[in-house]
């Protein structure tokens, strides 16, 4: 799996150069630039389904194994590939939480897993980013691995550049109030965490005008 994962990303990596023209921005380059050393989570905004393919090159020394909705899958050959790709399947109308299992056995070998909290992509008019779903930050909190926050504006396809951010690492128990319910403390977290990548928007905006 990671093999055809690399052979993927060593073939695609000179032809999508012309094609995303992604112009990566930091929020502290000495603290995480492009290389991750050891289990993380990536955890990103969701524009479209090219966000993966654009963090899978940014983030190119590793293999990320994205969570991915259970409807690509059922698209062949899509499925197949996601799935030699090693993504990991998310049934998100069904009572099945074996993905977050599957994510933290990624994690338990030093892996890095990739997540798009809000769930699916936001309908026209409806406010970005969508809240996130808890199972981000109970995977994060049971982990204790990083969280690398990652913002991207989707400009995918089109004259003008895509700007991507990456974010310092944070560490979700460090969020947590020991004064808080587990419940009450899944949501600060996860609500931390959208704000974060929040945050990465308006530093994006800001380094992207000066540029």
Do not use: C
């Not at 032809?15 to 380059?29: A, N, S, W």
């Not at 000495?30 to 983030?59: C, E, K, P």
């Not at 897993?113 to 992509?121: D, N």
């Amino acid at each position: 799996m990671n093999i055809f994962n690399a052979f993927v990303r060593l073939t695609a990596y000179p032809v999508q150069l012309p094609v995303f023209r992604t112009k990566i921005y930091y929020e502290d380059k000495a603290v995480q630039g492009r290389r991750i050393r050891g289990a993380a989570i990536v955890l990103s905004n969701h524009t479209s389904v090219w966000d993966y393919a654009v963090w899978m090159f940014v983030f190119f020394t590793r293999t990320l194994r994205a969570q991915m909705a259970e409807v690509l899958f059922q698209k062949q050959p899509l499925g197949l590939f996601l799935k030699w790709m090693g993504g990991i399947r998310v049934d998100r109308n069904a009572s099945d939480f074996g993905f977050v299992t599957r994510s933290q056995e990624i994690l338990d070998k030093g892996g890095v897993v990739e997540i798009f909290p809000e769930s699916r992509l936001p309908l026209k008019g409806e406010a970005r980013p969508l809240p996130f779903k808890p199972s981000a930050a109970y995977l994060a909190l049971q982990s204790g691995v990083p969280v690398i926050p990652v913002f991207t504006d989707g400009a995918y396809f089109n004259r003008r550049r895509a700007h991507v951010i990456i974010g310092k690492p944070v560490f979700a128990r460090d969020l947590t109030d020991n004064s808080l319910t587990e419940k009450e403390n899944l949501t600060r977290v996860s609500d931390a965490l959208r704000q974060k990548i929040i945050s990465l928007e308006k530093q994006l905006n800001e380094q992207a005008t000066k540029s």
